[in-house]
């Protein structure tokens, strides 16, 4: 596994094919990525192929060299647990990634009042247009995220690097 990216601890909260494989990528390349799904699991917990017990090949392909977390996202108690993930102190923190609509408290002004160097790096595929948006809310500072320029099915996700600034 390439440790390029070893300084940095990621929260993903996302479904499906973008958020996820974008998680993925930042693991395999050595961020801490913490997946938070809710209890009992996600959207995609059961998405098809499945193996013969029920097992998603899908969710497992795209989840691995990450940590998870299951959080009762609905209620104040796992929203505010979610939160301060996102938000704990330390260098390479406050990184958030998803492809959701935000849960209550985990929009960009949210975060950044809580950690001044917050980014919440969203995406969201269109249906109006082909290929998706990706969006990357952050202030001045030493992350950056990076918009990528093909369509849905042939892209990595945004890549979130450290630069030297």
């Known amino acids: 596994m390439n440790r390029l990216l070893q300084d940095l601890r990621i929260v993903e909260i996302s479904a499906f094919v973008a958020g996820p494989l974008g998680g993925m990528t930042l693991a395999q390349m050595g961020a801490d990525v913490i997946r938070i ?6 959207i995609d917990f059961a998405r098809w192929p499945v193996t013969g017990d029920g097992a998603s090949l899908y969710w497992a392909g795209l989840n691995k060299a990450k940590r998870s977390l299951a959080l009762a996202l609905d209620k104040p108690e796992g929203r505010e647990i979610a939160r301060a993930l996102v938000t704990a102190p330390g260098p ?19 975060l950044k ?28 500072g030493p992350v950056r995220c990076h918009r990528p320029g093909a369509t849905l099915r042939k892209t990595l996700p945004p890549f979130i690097t450290k630069t030297t600034r």
């Open 92 to 110: 390479g923190g406050g990184i958030l990634l998803t492809n959701l609509p935000p849960p209550r408290g985990h929009d960009f002004a949210s």
């Open 37 to 42: 799904d809710p209890i009992g699991g996600g």
């Open 113 to 140: 009042a809580a950690r001044g160097d917050a980014t919440r790096a969203t995406g969201h595929a269109r249906r109006s247009a082909p290929g998706a948006t990706w969006r990357c809310r952050q202030p001045a």
